[in-house]
């Protein structure tokens, strides 16, 4: 028993001497990650976004031009039609009889004017021997003449009930697809009431609405357009039409724009009009929103101040200049070209805190950075 006693007498100092010896390991450093972005200057650029939709140029509204019930419907919406296509049908009973009905007319008025021609010759071959008198010679012409005036309405009136019933078939006025179709079978539709839209799909067009105090600034921006199928194509346009007067109901100016170069566009389809205008004055650079805080009451990026190669730096505060905002971006300038500024995280950030620039990947340094 005395000798493990003095064991563990013994055994505490030796531990006690080797852990003197034993040299102290500094704690690691430990860095924040930081989402960064480097100030580029270029003159300011104005912008402003409009969505619109993809319309064709020539689309036209086709109409019966006599009213009546549908009795066939040839075409559906999407459909592609060559000009003297049939598009509808109305039904034609009352018009095939209003048809035969003039020209039932047009031979009684036909025979009533021969036959007042026949008496007109008959009493001018009398006047010669004084069997008849003037007043009935004349009588006998004035009669030949409204006969032949009225035969001659009679035809007129075929031919209108004619064409009436060739209006009962509505025909493509123009070659192209077919956007609307406002009509069913059995519906009665009134004469020049539109049925049936059809856009020529050659010619393309962006169209919004532009406002009011947006005006004289649209009409000196340069455009590019892109789709909402493919929103990472965007292409030029040209502005090729502006209504000079504003829709009553939205007090907003049309505005239609062409692509710079023929270019095949889905009709209908959502667009997207960037209207650009570079502006003149400071060079500026653009930065994300959220990179920019405030030191006493002014604005200020945090600025990362490296040393060489390390992929370790530190932060300082530094005031700059606002000149506009855009959605989520801010113009600013203030500081040197390629300065790194600090883009997420701001709030986290302390002067003289040192950061990690690299060695994490981007997505974690980004969500360390907002922690």
């Given at each position: 028993m005395k000798t493990l006693s003095a064991a563990v007498l013994l055994a505490a100092p030796i531990a006690a001497l080797l852990s003197a010896c034993t040299p102290d390991k500094p704690p690691a450093e430990?860095?924040?990650?930081?989402?960064?972005v480097e100030l580029r200057y270029d003159s300011a650029r104005d912008a402003n976004r409009y969505v619109g939709t993809v319309q064709a140029r020539h689309e036209v509204d086709q109409a019966f031009r006599v009213g009546g019930k549908i009795a066939q419907r040839k075409v559906d919406v999407g459909q592609s039609v060559r000009e003297g296509d049939v598009l509808a049908v109305l039904d034609d009973t009352?018009?095939?009889?209003a048809e035969e009905a003039a020209g039932q007319q047009l031979i009684a008025a036909t025979t009533q004017a021969r036959q007042a021609e026949s008496d007109r010759q008959r009493l001018g071959a009398l006047k010669t021997d004084g069997s008849v008198s003037v007043n009935d010679d004349e009588h006998a012409q004035?009669?030949?003449q409204k006969a032949q005036a009225a035969a001659e309405a009679e035809a007129r009136k075929l031919e209108l009930a004619r064409n009436r019933l060739k209006y009962t078939v509505l025909r493509a006025s123009r070659t192209g697809v077919v956007t609307a179709?406002?009509?069913e079978v059995g519906q009665v539709v009134a004469e020049g009431q539109p049925v049936v839209a059809i856009a020529?799909?050659?010619e393309p067009e962006i169209v919004v609405d532009v406002p009011e105090d947006h005006l004289q600034w649209f009409k000196a921006a340069r455009y590019r357009a892109s789709l909402a199928a493919a929103p990472d194509k965007d292409f030029d346009v040209v502005l090729r039409e502006l209504s000079p007067q504003a829709v009553a109901q939205t007090r907003t100016y049309r505005a239609r724009l062409k692509p710079a170069s023929p270019l095949p566009l889905p009709l209908g389809a959502t667009a997207t009009l960037i209207a650009q205008r570079t502006g003149s004055g400071t060079p500026v650079a653009t930065i994300p929103a959220a990179a920019v805080t405030q030191s006493n009451g002014q604005p200020a990026l945090w600025v990362v101040r490296r040393k060489g190669e390390e992929p370790a730096a530190s932060v300082d505060l530094a005031h700059v200049t606002v000149h506009g905002y855009r959605n989520d971006e801010v113009l600013v300038s203030?500081?040197?070209q390629g300065e790194l500024v600090v883009a997420a995280g701001v709030q986290k950030?302390?002067?003289e805190l040192r950061v990690a620039l690299s060695g994490a990947p981007r997505a974690e340094a980004v969500k360390q950075a907002a922690r």
């Open positions: 430990s860095l924040r990650p930081v989402v960064t009352d018009y095939r009889l004035s009669g030949a179709v406002r009509f020529a799909q050659g203030g500081l040197p950030m302390a002067p």
